[in-house]
């Protein structure tokens, strides 16, 4: 566990110059390969067999004599497209893990690490000036933030559950800003650089409804909720002139202009709520819809609002298994998956909202004899636009996840 915390720690796993704005993009905690194929859909999906932390009520679905353990890695592959030009990014990452168990036959608990933002651009603007000639401004940036999630539940009766992590929120990243000027080496070049350090506790919160209603038919509610958090943070700032640091060369400092280190401050992370409902038929198929939202334009950082908007997102998916408890045929116990998801992000650029959905397909496939199961999804979907001087972003993002389920409390007789 502690090499996982800082391997994610020390990761980039995008690469996006949307990134740059607000405490980079968001990472929500539908994470786990089996929603991701459904869309993200999680608010009301409770399950035996994986770890569910965006509603941390779902956990009351674990078995009493089960141990759960959740990993994914995600790739991803990006086109960034402006009105003249192309770029085309990649990136991979351990994307999530989790552990689930029981520890009374109504109190379940779950932990994790997931991401929770990220940060990485890197982006070069050419100008000209008629006094000085040419000059460029290059943006750059990377890190973010992670999350460590300690969660319960409580099934206070047959359908009616309750649940909430206490999660700690860990990382830094960094972004600097610089003038050069490509076609002389007699001007100064000029750098702002930035490096934002978190670390500080959030909560989140769950309700889940479930509802027999015969012949193995099931209507599931869910809800979620996360409070308004003032996130303790330092920032180190240096503003300093130099010669060369460009495209990997030899860095020559000349002045030291500012530099402020420690500088100790809030970001003020508004609060989000959610709603859910899956309709199911056991061991064989389910459909779902999510709503979620969060009241952005409240963020600050360092008593600065950053121009945010409020976000909000619909996600639609579900799942089917031929026939789970098939001997014969390995398909039929295959589980094929899809989903749509619609994003609103909370960025405004250019008096334009930039906007996100994705296509997610997937699939899990059941080990022999076990009711372990590898997870794979793929979502294709498009961010932002062309229009008004802004980058489009086309993407692929792949997960493959191992959903191990094993029986550790069980007193045997027989060896």
Do not use: C
């Not at 009105?83 to 779950?110: C, D, M």
């Not at 116990?333 to 989903?339: D, H, L, N, P, W």
């Not at 997937?362 to 062309?386: A, H």
Request: aromatic share 14%; hydrophobic share 40%; no cysteine.
């Amino acid at each position: 566990m502690l090499f996982v915390v800082q391997f994610a720690s020390a990761q980039t796993g995008i690469s996006s110059p949307y990134s740059r704005f607000g405490i980079g993009q968001l990472e929500s905690k539908s994470v786990n390969s089996r929603l991701k194929a459904m869309g993200g859909i999680a608010n009301a999906i409770s399950s035996n067999r994986f770890v569910n932390p965006s509603n941390p009520a779902s956990y009351s679905g674990f078995d009493s004599l089960s141990f759960l353990f959740d990993a994914g890695l995600n790739a991803s592959r990006v086109v960034f497209k402006t009105s003249t030009q192309t770029e085309i990014g990649t990136n991979a990452t351990l994307n999530y893990f989790s552990l689930g168990f029981p520890v009374t036959k109504r109190w379940h608990s779950a932990i994790g690490l997931l991401p929770y933002s990220e940060v990485g651009y890197n982006v070069v603007i050419p100008y000209e000036n008629n006094e000085i000639g040419s000059y460029n401004k290059a943006f750059a940036g990377e890190g973010g933030l992670n999350q460590v999630f300690i969660g319960n539940s409580f099934a206070l009766n047959k359908n009616f559950s309750i649940g909430a992590n206490i999660t700690y929120v860990f990382g830094r990243y960094s972004s600097s800003a610089l003038i050069y000027f490509p076609d002389s080496s007699l001007y100064a070049n000029t750098m702002a650089a930035v490096r934002t350090q978190a670390n500080d506790f959030i909560f989140d919160y769950g309700l889940l409804y479930k509802k027999d209603l015969g012949n193995n038919y099931q209507l599931s509610l869910g809800a979620v909720f996360s409070q308004k958090i003032k996130l303790d943070v330092k920032q180190d700032y240096l503003l300093k002139s130099m010669f060369g640091g460009v495209d990997g060369n030899i860095e020559y400092v000349l002045d030291t202009i500012i530099y402020s280190p420690s500088v100790k401050g809030k970001i003020v992370l508004p609060p989000s709520a959610g709603i859910g409902a899956v309709f199911e038929k056991k061991d064989s198929w389910l459909v779902g819809i999510d709503a979620n939202w969060q009241n952005w334009k409240n963020f600050t950082a360092f008593g600065v609002n950053d121009s945010l908007i409020d976000a909000w997102n619909v996600a639609v998916g579900g799942q089917y298994t031929p026939n789970f408890t098939s001997i014969s045929g390995y398909w039929k116990r295959v589980t094929y998956r899809a989903g749509f998801r619609y994003n609103q992000t909370y960025l405004q650029i250019n008096g334009q909202p930039i906007n996100e959905f994705g296509v997610s397909f997937g699939m899990g496939l059941p080990l022999p004899r076990t009711l372990t199961t590898i997870d794979l999804s793929v979502e294709v979907g498009k961010k932002g636009t062309t229009a008004y001087n802004l980058i489009q972003e086309n993407f692929i993002n792949f997960t493959m996840g191992v959903s191990l389920y094993e029986r550790w409390f069980v007193k045997r007789k027989y060896d």
